[in-house]
């Protein structure tokens, strides 16, 4: 007997949205609370964006020194917020110092 009670639930549906982003350096995906965030507001500076929400185009990275220095040496940065420059070694100090807080 076919009838609607073979549509089964999806669990899924049901699920807290939790939104993901993608570091730029591994690719890994992980809640926005996990990932640290650098933003460019449309010059070559980018900046660290402790709150999260800063307008611009934004970046993500996760919280962890192997990352950071990947999104370096990969100039993952550089792609992701299409800056012409490099990104500062001011910046990466800035993340460093965030992470070991
Ligand atoms: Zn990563």
New binding site residues.
Partial sequence: MLNSKLKTPNSKLSMKHVPLRT??????K?PQGE?LRVVSRGGDVPQLDSTGRAPGRGAY??A?A??VE?AWTRRALERALKLKAPAPAALKEQILAAIEK
């Fill in positions: 570091c730029v350096a591994c690719g890994g992980k990932l990275l996760c962890g192997v990352c990947k």
